[in-house]
Every structure is written in C-alpha cells, then in structure tokens.
C-alpha cells in the first residue's frame, strides 16, 4: 500500500475550508475521507491506518487511527447491516480475556453517509490496567472507513468531546480538484 504523506499548502483567498475552533482539518485522498482534529494533535503520515496523537509520541495519552476501504462502485451495501458488520468485526461471538465490557453500539443514519460506533473497556496486556477504545465503521460514497480512538479512562472526560467532533465533522467522498481551494463554499 502507497505510504501516506503530510503536505501544508498555502491556502487561496475565501477558500471553501471550514472547521470548529480549536481544530483542523484532516483530508486524505482528495476528499475521499475529511473530518476536524483538535489543533494541537500530531499527525503520523504513513501507510494506512492513519494515525493521530494527541501529544507527541511517546508521550502521547491517546491515538485515534483510521483505515480506508474503497468498495466496488455501483453496490447497494444497505442490505448489510452495518452494525452486525461492527459486532462481526468486533468478534462479539468469541470471549476475549481482555475484554471487561463493550457498550452497546450506536446508529447514526445522515444523508450522506450511516456509521455505527461502541466503547471497549479491555485490560490494557502491556500496562496492566483498564483502557478504553471507541470504534467507529462509517460507510457511504463506494466507501468504507473504520476509526478507533484509543484512551486511558482518566482521559474520557477530555476526549468525549474530539470524538463527537470527529463523527459530527466525517464527510466520505467529497472530492476536490484543488485542496487550496477548498469544497464548494455553501450560502
């Protein structure tokens, strides 16, 4: 798979780009995949998953990772309910001795895209104490992305928040042909 790589381009005047404050932008692949990130995070370029701390390795308290699955064009995935695919993924059916609990798993239906998510308490096998992760499969435009954000539960209360941002602000397969311009500008 082609390594991912981080460009920051000098934007144009009235550029289509907006974002909460406090946040930036994260857009791979043209627009395959966009969503807002707390301002003060790193960015890891790489091969998929796409990885984001929020502080500097290795001193960071939490990662969120996405991977990116494109779909043959064309396909109704509707009859394939998303969240048994998430439960499926999730090995609901097999007992995991890490695992301590799993949340039960939200649907959230928009007009451009469905996604399904959860929250996992597990035993962290290396730190030998509870962690947390929020799964995320979110699917619409001949896409697929899966999200998790891995966290420590003392942390939960600060990243609630980034969480609910990143799902509100996922956008799947609006291209653009110019990043510095931007995404049409809606009035």
Same mark, same amino acid.
């Given at each position: 798979?082609?390594?991912?790589?981080?460009?920051?381009?000098r934007m144009k005047e009235n550029h289509g780009w907006?974002?909460?404050?406090?946040?930036?932008?994260?857009?791979?692949?043209?627009?395959?995949? @966009?969503?807002?990130?707390? @301002?003060?995070?790193?960015?890891?370029?790489? %091969?998929?998953?796409?990885?984001?701390?929020?502080?500097?390795? %290795?001193?960071?308290?939490?990662?969120?990772? *996405?991977?990116?699955?494109?779909?043959?064009?064309?396909?109704?995935?509707?009859?394939?309910? *998303?969240?048994?695919?998430?439960?499926?993924?999730?090995?609901?059916?097999?007992?995991?001795?890490?695992?301590?609990?799993?949340?039960?798993?939200?649907?959230?239906?928009?007009?451009?895209?469905?996604?399904?998510?959860?929250?996992?308490?597990?035993?962290? %096998?290396?730190?030998?104490?509870?962690?947390?992760?929020?799964?995320?499969?979110?699917?619409?435009?001949?896409?697929?992305? *899966?999200?998790?954000?891995?966290?420590?539960?003392?942390?939960?209360?600060?990243?609630?928040? &980034?969480?609910?941002? &990143? *799902?509100?602000?996922?956008?799947?397969?609006?291209?653009?042909?110019?990043?510095? &311009?931007?995404? %049409?500008?809606?009035?």
């Amino acid at each position: 798979m082609a390594k991912l790589s981080k460009q920051s381009l000098r934007m144009k005047e009235n550029h289509g780009w907006r974002s909460k404050p406090g946040y930036q932008i994260l857009v791979l692949d043209r627009g395959a995949v @966009r969503f807002d990130f707390p @301002r003060d995070w790193f960015f890891e370029p790489g %091969p998929y998953p796409v990885t984001l701390h929020d502080r500097e390795p %290795p001193n960071d308290e939490c990662r969120l990772q *996405l991977s990116l699955f494109r779909t043959p064009p064309g396909i109704d995935w509707s009859p394939l309910p *998303l969240p048994q695919l998430l439960a499926d993924a999730m090995k609901d059916d097999e007992p995991d001795p890490e695992v301590i609990s799993r949340g039960e798993i939200v649907h959230v239906e928009r007009r451009d895209l469905e996604l399904v998510w959860r929250e996992t308490r597990r035993t962290d %096998p290396n730190e030998k104490r509870e962690a947390r992760s929020r799964s995320c499969l979110a699917r619409g435009a001949d896409l697929h992305v *899966l999200i998790t954000l891995d966290f420590w539960p003392a942390d939960a209360k600060r990243l609630e928040p &980034v969480w609910d941002e &990143v *799902l509100r602000s996922l956008r799947l397969g609006q291209y653009v042909a110019d990043p510095t &311009v931007g995404p %049409p500008v809606m009035h």
